[in-house]
């Protein structure tokens, strides 16, 4: 069964960075289409970037030039490097296929804040 174990969030003051991780098993990581997806309190889950199998990166334009999403093939690791942190950033960070398959893993949560 596939599952998604995120880590790397916390707590950042605006302007600054964070790099989320995940660590991907029981699936074919490679085949996948792979995103990074977030939930902040009271609001639906959105994507926020993607990663496509040829390595093409899709993000949204919300986070577009701030955000940067890469993988690590072999090792089965998404990363989400997020600069320029905006106190909108906040939310609980998740990772997972586009379309999402599977359960979601516990997430990671960012909090943007001075």
């Known amino acids: 069964q596939v599952q998604f174990v995120e880590s790397g969030g916390g707590l950042v003051q605006p302007g600054g960075s964070l790099r989320l991780s995940c660590k991907v098993s029981g699936s074919p990581f490679r085949y996948y289409v792979m995103a990074w997806y977030r939930q902040a309190a009271g609001k639906e889950r959105e994507l926020v970037a993607a990663?496509?199998?040829?390595?093409?990166?899709d993000i949204e334009d919300s986070v577009k030039g701030r955000f940067a999403i890469s993988r690590d093939v072999p090792q089965s690791i998404l990363y989400l490097q997020m600069n320029s942190l905006r106190p909108e950033d906040t939310a609980v960070y998740y990772c997972?296929?586009?379309?999402?398959?599977?359960?979601w893993g516990q997430g990671t949560p960012v909090t943007v804040s001075s």
């Open positions: 990663i496509l199998t040829d390595g093409v990166t």
């Open positions: 997972n296929r586009r379309p999402p398959f599977g359960p």
